[in-house]
């Protein structure tokens, strides 16, 4: 962390002292984001402000926005009203941050429209959070923190992390894609790197404090670069995987045209990376496709995921699907449906086109209609339901490393944990076990949304 922001920690830190201040934040978006919140409350701590979870006993709220799809601003604004009504009965700082605020007319808006907003930060200035806080408290000064140049990467701020087994490790920063629906490039910057020597020691740093899965983020996390020792993202799993104490490692979001043989290999010789793997197919048809800027086809993908299936045994699949793309027909829309189909992925994420300003696809005319667009929506999350049964009946009997995760929601005798697919199994403990555990279970039952096992 750069010295001037540890000097307004300490000054921060000072100024608080016999004021028991509390803070809460709100986190919208991705795992990303969640990464940052986590940066976010590790400097709070160190200004000694401590959490709660309801925003009328905060004296500091940050709101840490998301811009990837149109409904998250409605969703803001109400919150920001919220914390107006708030600061008509107590002080309290109100700090917004993130991918949204990285658009222009986004600032401006809450410039003009709720003038009583403290600090607008962005994506690239995350670490002057303790100066910008400072700045806010003693000069009562409304602060704007955003830049458009791609930040620079700090190494160690604080980190206050959301659990104790397992933890994110942002490996890389922005994307350089644009596929032409999306904003991230436009908000999250240029591809940026962390050194590898500083990524393993963060990770050996989990290791020690008993951290047993990590999951490593990017836009893009299979682009990343390393140096000349440990070259690309293939030679870092690599690396990773001898890290001892580590006994689950996942990725996010990988792009399917970076997934180069020597990361398949690295999948298939370390039984510590997860048989789920995040591929995003957004369509299924080539012309979509190409609109979108994926710089594969249908074919490539289908072919892809097969050689995946061959060199991993066991290895099932998730992603990302967007419907209505502008000018998407139904069917090419029938093209997505076929690769569902054909590849039967465990978890869809599914999303309804949204047109973000600025945008190559904002920009199109033949804009797909609102109610097109949701009966597609409901076709792929029928043909998806109809599968899961038949999926989850291929773990009957069969014999599932957990990672313990919690009490089961439902039943305070039984612990969860989830299978190295992320499956998530019920089943009645032995006494010693507990969260961050790793056990063998016999599946015995299967439920929709769960399954039921039995620890041999
Ligand atoms: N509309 C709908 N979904 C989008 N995504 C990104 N941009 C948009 C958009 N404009 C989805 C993609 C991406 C996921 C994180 O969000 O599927 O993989
Ligand atoms: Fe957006 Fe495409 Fe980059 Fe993913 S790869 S962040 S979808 S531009």
Redesign the pocket.
Known sequence: MQENQEKFMEKVYNLNQGKNLKYTILTMGCQLNENDSEKIAGMLEKMSYSECKDVKEADLVIFNTCC?RENAEERLFGKIGEIKKLKESKDVILAIGGCMMQEEVMVEKIKKSYPFVNVIFGTHTLQNLPENIYKAIIENRKVKDVIDIDGEIYEGLPIKRNDNFKASVTIMYG?????T?????YV?GRERSREPEMILEEVKGLAKEGYKEITLLG??VNSYVGNDKIRNFADLLNEVCKVDGIERIKFI?P?PKDFTDDVIDAIANNEKICRIIHL?L?SGNTKVLKE???KYTKEQYLVLAEKMKERIPGVVFST?IIVGFPGETDEEFEDTLDVVRKVNFEQIFMFIYSKREGTVAAAREDQVPEEQKHVRFDKLKDLYESRVDENNDKYLNTHQKLLIEGKSKNNAEMLEGRTDTNKVVVFKPREGNKIGDVVLVNITETHKWYLKGEII
């Open positions: 990837v994307c350089n894609n644009f596929c629906y999306c904003i991230v490039p999250r836009q893009n979001s792009h995003p957004q979108m800027n994926r990302d």
